[in-house]
Every structure is written in structure tokens, then in C-alpha cells.
């Protein structure tokens, strides 16, 4: 990523308000307990000011909360009493990606497009962890909120194409007032 956009992205956060959770991380609460590793891992990619990881912590997972904007990372509360210790923030540049192989349990992907990590992702996950992404899309009409340039939009059928050989658990296709697309899967054992 270039200097000019890291430099966008603190600004934004210095502004920008953590806003709500998105409600497809409620999926990830049908994930089988017995499925996952004795201490399962979750990488919120993009994770701006944090606004996921309460939830991923409530649903067990110890969280790597990785964003390019330092501003971002430090505004996400350190938890205290039991979940203290499970949530690590990471300022990293996607383009540098860091994470080895079969590393997470679950990657969240939200409000977050770079196409040139779908491999990545693919490839960090364990096998028989899962996938979470949630992110705008080309629609009808243009978006009330997310970007301009289709190059960070999705396409309908674009996820289930590049995870097609993982096994799809749930997708959802919104139209109004934003286009979005959202999917959870797992990837084969």
C-alpha cells in the first residue's frame, strides 16, 4: 500500500466511529465448539476500530485485530478479566502479508476488498476452519455508503466462485439502499 493511502486510512479513523457490529458475525455463533482447536484463533483482517472483536472474543476465539492505520488499532479496548490476554492488535500492510499457513481458525473479512489476498486467506485458514467475509458489492443503483471503484466491489457469485471448493455454509445478497455480499465458509479437512 502506498505511503498516500496508509496516511488516508489513519485520517479516516481519526474521524471515522466504530459503528455497529455487522449482523453476519452472528453466523459464526453456529459454528460447532467441537469443530474448532482447544484455543481457536481469529484474524480480523481490516479491522478498522475494532468494532468485531468484542464479538469474536464472546464467541471464544483469541483475536489478532490486524489494520494498516495505527489510529485505528489503538482505539480498540485491551479486554481485562478472563479475555485478557486474547486480543492482539497488529498494524500491518495487506500487501505484506505475514500470517503462515494454517494459521487461524477463522479469518473475518468485513467492509474489506483486495482480491490479491483471496489466496491468502485461503491458504492461512486450518483445515475445517472457516471464513467470514461481509463487504460492499456491485449493485443496480450506486451505493449509499462503501466505495466508488467497482475494483473494491464485489460481483454476485464472485465469493462462491473463488470458494468453490470449500464448503459453502450461508451467503446473503443485499441490494438497497447498499449493495452488499456476505458468506460464511469452511474449508475441507
Known amino acids: 500500500m502506498s505511503e498516500a493511502d496508509r496516511q488516508r486510512w489513519e485520517n479516516k479513523h481519526r474521524t471515522h466511529g466504530t459503528g455497529r457490529p455487522r449482523a453476519t458475525l452472528e453466523w459464526i455463533a453456529a459454528i460447532d465448539r467441537r469443530e474448532r482447536s482447544q484455543r481457536p484463533l481469529a484474524l480480523d483482517l481490516a479491522c478498522g476500530n475494532g468494532r468485531h472483536c468484542d464479538r469474536l472474543l464472546a464467541a471464544g476465539y483469541t483475536v489478532v485485530a490486524a489494520d494498516i ?12 478479566g478472563a479475555d485478557r490476554g486474547r486480543l492482539h492488535r497488529v498494524q500491518m500492510d495487506v500487501d505484506c ?65 473463488v470458494f468453490g471448493d470449500w464448503e459453502l455454509l450461508r451467503t446473503s445478497y443485499v441490494e438497497a439502499p447498499t449493495a452488499r455480499c456476505a458468506m460464511l465458509a469452511r474449508r475441507p479437512h
Open 97 to 161: 502479508w505475514p500470517f503462515r499457513a494454517g494459521t487461524f481458525d477463522l479469518i473475518a473479512q468485513i467492509d474489506f476488498l483486495d482480491r490479491a489476498r483471496f489466496d491468502d486467506i485461503k491458504l492461512c485458514t486450518k483445515p475445517g476452519g472457516h471464513v467470514l467475509i461481509d463487504t460492499f458489492m456491485l449493485g443496480e443503483s450506486r451505493n449509499a455508503e462503501g466505495p466508488g471503484n467497482p475494483e473494491y466491489l464485489l460481483r454476485r457469485g464472485e465469493l462462491e466462485d
Open 69 to 80: 492505520a495505527r489510529t485505528a488499532l489503538d482505539r480498540i479496548a485491551l479486554p481485562t
